[in-house]
């Protein structure tokens, strides 16, 4: 049983400790790490380490305590709207992430449509491509969400959700971009869709909102997805993703603030006082709010353009360098910096994709594995310019090596969204406990070392139910410490001098 240190230590010691266990952290200083990392180089990062140490202590709990936070979230708020095209009576908050500002919103669906329509079981129709925040909503909030096929283009299929729509249905949505392929949903024929039928309509773009804006500036072909669209009645917009705060900074915007007034929570009869709490979080820390506040105030409109130039220049030479290698392709037309790598079907047959992204990983180069169709998936960031050379020469030696090993295909989507996870979350020695479960599961022998190969064996599990348990165990060890965690060495003060 791990225990507090019995006697303090120096602060040196501690930090010293802290260098050490970062050893074997990704890292995204090399830009060979996809989506986890926004960094705006050295000056900004600077900046938001500053800005975040200034309000360090604040909290935005009681925005009257600190009118200093109150307006920076007024502002940040504000900026955002303005970028999202949406007018004067657009109102919002800034939440601690993306997922927060999805709960939010779909909180708010919830509770508007059951003081406005009397609804008490609702459901909320997406295109399948939406971020499981919205699951998450779905399940912490009881909302059943309905899942919509997409296109052929990965986009929504605005005829398949209208088919899911009933008289309990709220809201609907769509992405600016999805995560998968990177492409904008149509959200006009989504926005028309819910006003025909009388819905709230969602747009996140929690990836796309402080890119796609620039994007459209710098005259690449964008679909209208924003306030401009008539219907669109909130959007959820990280600041921690293409804004490049830091950590824990996402905007959650309406259409009115009449309609925000449902996310608001309020408590009356707590003894400690009336209790009124705008998001999800009760203590909000002031240190994310100013960080984000000062790099809109720092880069500006023209340092956000400048930067998506230099990420659309690196996006179009990865494309271009990916059609030129045999055996995988861009998959759909991405709308910005995201792109989707498959196996192509012109070239090499049974390439495995998931053997590319275990030998990219190989390499050093991270890349996230995706299902429907499988798939490794790129987050191009400012943190990738100049990069982009060594990361094709990685990419077409990973091509060639993977391609005389076996297809050992997952053929559900359960094992997939497991691999997937696990591949991510992974540190090695969960990858091998899981591994031997699954292993023993599947009554198979011997441990894959490589996650396709992982991917085969989680494919031959039977249920779904065990699947998801599985990733349940798997959650579980990695928010445990390990058995043979022995406690970080402590020298306590009179052992120091
Ligand atoms: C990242 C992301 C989210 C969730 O945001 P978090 O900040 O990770 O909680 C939601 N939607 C899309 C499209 C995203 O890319």
């Known amino acids: 049983m791990l225990t507090l240190p019995p006697h303090g230590q120096d602060p040196k010691n501690v930090l010293k400790n802290m260098q050490a266990m970062r050893a074997n952290d990704a890292r995204w200083q090399d830009g060979k790490t996809f989506s986890l990392v926004f ?160 819905l709230l309509c969602h747009v996140d773009a929690c990836i796309g909102g402080f890119m796609l804006p620039f994007v459209e500036k710098l005259g690449y072909p964008v679909p209208l997805w924003d306030f401009r669209v008539p219907g669109v009645t909130s959007i959820s917009c990280d600041l921690h993703k293409y804004a490049y705060a830091s950590k824990g900074a996402s905007a959650i915007l309406y259409r009115d603030a009449a309609l925000r007034r449902y996310q608001f929570h309020a408590y009356m009869d707590w003894p400690g006082g009336i209790y009124a709490s705008p998001t999800m979080a009760g203590t909000r820390p002031g240190g994310a709010l100013a960080a984000a506040w000062a790099i809109m105030q720092h880069l500006g409109e023209a340092g956000y353009l400048a930067i998506a130039k230099d990420v659309m220049h690196s996006t179009q030479q990865i494309a271009d360098g990916i059609a030129a290698i045999d055996g995988i392709q861009v998959l759909g037309t991405p709308h910005m910096s995201i792109i989707g790598i498959g196996a192509s079907h012109s070239g090499l047959t049974g390439l495995d994709i998931y053997h590319v992204g275990d030998e990219l990983q190989a390499r050093g180069w991270m890349a996230d594995r995706q299902q429907h169709p499988n798939s490794l998936h790129l987050t191009i960031s400012r943190g990738h310019h100049g990069r982009e050379q060594a990361f094709l020469t990685a990419l077409a030696e990973a091509v060639e090596a993977a391609q005389n090993q076996p297809i050992k295909h997952a053929t559900t989507q359960a094992s997939l969204a497991i691999a997937n996870g696990l591949t991510r979350l992974l540190p090695s020695r969960v990858f091998g406990a899981v591994s031997r479960t699954a292993n023993k599961l599947s009554g198979g022998d011997g441990v894959p070392k490589r996650s396709a190969a992982l991917y085969g064996m989680l494919s031959s599990l039977p249920a779904r139910g065990e699947l998801q348990e599985l990733v349940l165990d798997a959650l579980d060890s990695l928010h445990s410490l390990p058995k043979n965690h022995t406690a970080t060495q402590t020298k306590d003060k009179t052992s120091e001098s």
């Open 39 to 198: 960094d705006p180089g050295e000056e900004a990062r600077q900046l938001l380490k500053d800005a975040y140490c200034l309000f360090f202590s604040e909290n935005a709990l009681n925005p009257s305590a600190f009118p200093s936070l109150r307006r920076m979230e007024h502002e940040t708020v504000a900026m955002t709207a303005g970028l999202l095209n949406g007018n004067d009576q657009v109102a919002g908050n800034i939440t601690s992430g993306g997922t927060e500002s999805i709960l939010m919103a779909l909180k708010t669906a919830r509770d508007y449509a059951r003081d406005q329509r009397g609804i008490t079981e609702p459901n909320i129709v997406l295109p399948i491509t939406s971020h499981p925040a919205h699951d998450k909503a779905g399940a912490y909030f009881n909302i059943e969400i309905r899942h919509a096929p997409t296109q052929t283009d990965y986009t929504a299929d605005v005829d398949a959700m209208a088919a899911l729509i009933d008289d309990n249905t709220i809201l609907i949505g769509g992405s600016a971009v999805q995560y998968a392929q990177g492409v904008v949903d149509p959200i006009q024929d989504i926005a028309a869709l819910a006003q025909e039928h009388d």
